[in-house]
């Protein structure tokens, strides 16, 4: 059974950092993209962040870049998400996603040919 397991999630002050874990089970990450999308509350999912089948190349929203970095390790069939400076507007239900031909990016996360359930972060005071 192919399945995408994240973990990591909580409840953290502003400023304060979390790591997320994305653990694939049933297929090899090595020939997937993967990336990250999240859902706040009230608002459509929106992919901010991305790794490619490498790792040499990664992408980054604009409000996340220089806060959060996506890293991974194959051997693990792992991928992780530092999150760094984080702000309440960060809140947010996060999900990781694999592709096999590229990253879809923006609202294009129903493009990924898996996603997990998800994982909640909430960042407050």
């Known amino acids: 059974q192919l399945q995408l397991v994240e973990s990591g999630g909580g409840l953290v002050q502003p400023g304060g950092s979390l790591r997320l874990s994305c653990v694939a089970s049933g297929f090899t990450t090595d020939y997937y993209n993967i990336g990250w999308f999240r859902q706040a509350p009230g608002k459509e999912r929106e992919v901010f962040s991305c790794i490619s089948k490498s790792g040499d190349s990664t992408t980054y929203e604009d409000s996340v870049k220089g806060r959060f970095t996506i890293s991974r390790d194959n051997a693990k069939n792992t991928v992780y998400l530092q999150m760094n400076s984080l702000k309440p507007e960060d809140t947010a239900v996060y999900y990781c996603?694999?592709?096999?031909?590229?990253?879809?990016?923006?609202?294009?996360?129903?493009?990924?040919?898996?996603w997990g359930q998800g994982t909640q972060v909430t960042v407050s005071s």
């Open positions: 996603a694999a592709d096999a031909i590229y990253c879809p990016y923006g609202n294009s996360w129903h493009e990924y040919d898996y």
